[in-house]
């Protein structure tokens, strides 16, 4: 399943299934942008980032993209389980400036 | 073995109240942050601390004042409360302000002010 990320804020994948949840960033002259998992009750975690000057990285289970011809981010997430389910937060920074969080995309995985 | 920890967890209090919330992180970084996540979940950062030192201070009214007394701790103090002060406070801390460095976020204080 694929989300827009500031379009549609909710994710429904069933277990095993590959999610894309994907963010629109805004300040084209950010080099440096993280995705965050955020479990209810509980603060935001580091997942992944990317710097600018690659389009592509990968960690365990999860690839970012980046294309910045287009401002977009996204995040893959390969074979979901349940313990994917959380609130999934892009955001981005230039230099040392602050990091702007993007409005989060809600990820349920369906058992 | 908690990384950054913030108390209280819940705070529910009245309009016109002063509070405060306390953070600590042991982690022996440099730069510590205050965010605000509002309702809809959306997260932005009030303040930022680097070697007890203000770096960023966001358009956030005076009635909120940062106090870090040592590198470890950044307690947020915040004036005659009112309504829509009602949200999560999550600090969080990082090794520097360069790219690359993680912030490590706290479990949040979710405060309510009736």
């Known amino acids: 399943g694929e989300s827009v990320g500031l379009h549609l804020p909710t994710l429904s994948v069933q277990e095993g299934d590959n999610s894309i949840i994907n963010c629109a960033y805004s300040?084209?002259?950010?080099?440096?942008f993280i995705w965050y998992k955020q479990e209810s009750g509980k603060g935001p975690q580091f997942i992944i980032d990317?710097?600018?000057?690659?389009d592509k990285r990968q960690g365990q289970r999860v690839t970012v993209l980046l294309n910045k011809t287009v401002k977009h981010l996204s995040l893959q997430i390969a074979a979901t389980q349940p313990g994917d389910s959380a609130v999934y937060f892009c955001?981005?920074?230039?230099?040392?400036?602050?990091?702007?969080f993007g409005t989060g995309t809600r990820l349920t995985i369906i058992p | 073995d908690t990384a950054v920890s913030q108390t209280p967890k819940y705070l529910v209090t009245q309009m016109g109240n002063d509070k405060s919330i306390k953070c600590e992180q042991n982690?022996?970084?440099?730069?510590m942050y205050w965010y605000k996540q509002d309702s809809k979940k959306f997260l932005k950062i009030m303040f930022s601390?680097?070697?007890?030192?203000?770096?960023i201070n966001e358009t956030v009214p005076n009635r909120f004042s940062p106090k870090s007394p040592d590198k470890a701790h950044l307690n947020l103090h915040i004036n005659s409360l009112e309504l829509g002060d009602s949200a999560v406070y999550f600090c969080?801390?990082?090794?520097?302000?360069?790219?690359?460095?993680?912030?490590?976020f706290g479990p949040g204080t979710r405060l309510t002010v009736t």
């Open positions: 969080a801390s990082s090794r520097g302000r360069d790219l690359g460095y993680e912030q490590y």
């Open positions: 300040n084209s002259a950010s080099d440096y």
């Open positions: 990317i710097r600018s000057n690659m």
């Open positions: 955001a981005e920074r230039f230099g040392n400036e602050k990091l702007t």
């Open positions: 982690l022996g970084h440099d730069t």
């Open positions: 601390y680097n070697n007890k030192e203000l770096i």
